[in-house]
C-alpha cells in the first residue's frame, strides 16, 4: 500500500517538472530585455520558429562530418 501511494505520489510531482525553457530568448537576459521581447513577437508571428539545437557525438573524430551520420 504504501509502496503504492509513493508510486502515485511520484507521478504527480514528476508531472510537474519542467524540462528545458519554457519561454522564448534567452534565459540569461531579463525578461524585459529587447532580445527576448523581440523573440517572443517573432514566435507569436510564426510559431515554431524558435531555435532546436542537436547535440551528436560519435565514436571517432570528424565522424559527424560523415554522410550518413548528417
Same mark, same amino acid.
Given at each position: 500500500m504504501?509502496?503504492a !501511494?509513493?508510486?502515485? $505520489?511520484?507521478?504527480? +510531482? $514528476?508531472?510537474? !517538472? !519542467?524540462?528545458? #525553457?519554457?519561454e522564448?530568448? /534567452?534565459?540569461?537576459?531579463?525578461?524585459?530585455h529587447d532580445?527576448?521581447?523581440?523573440s517572443k513577437?517573432?514566435?507569436d /508571428? +510564426?510559431?515554431? /520558429? #524558435?531555435?532546436?539545437?542537436?547535440?551528436a #557525438?560519435t565514436?571517432e573524430k570528424?565522424?559527424?562530418?560523415?554522410?550518413?551520420v548528417?
Open positions: 504504501l509502496a !501511494v509513493l508510486l502515485c $505520489s511520484g507521478w504527480y +510531482f $514528476s508531472s510537474k !517538472v !519542467v524540462i528545458g #525553457e519554457s522564448p530568448g /534567452s534565459p540569461i537576459l531579463y525578461q524585459d532580445y527576448n521581447l523581440s513577437a517573432v514566435n /508571428s +510564426f510559431p515554431g /520558429s #524558435e531555435e532546436l539545437y542537436i547535440v #557525438e565514436s570528424g565522424g559527424i562530418k560523415r554522410p550518413e548528417l
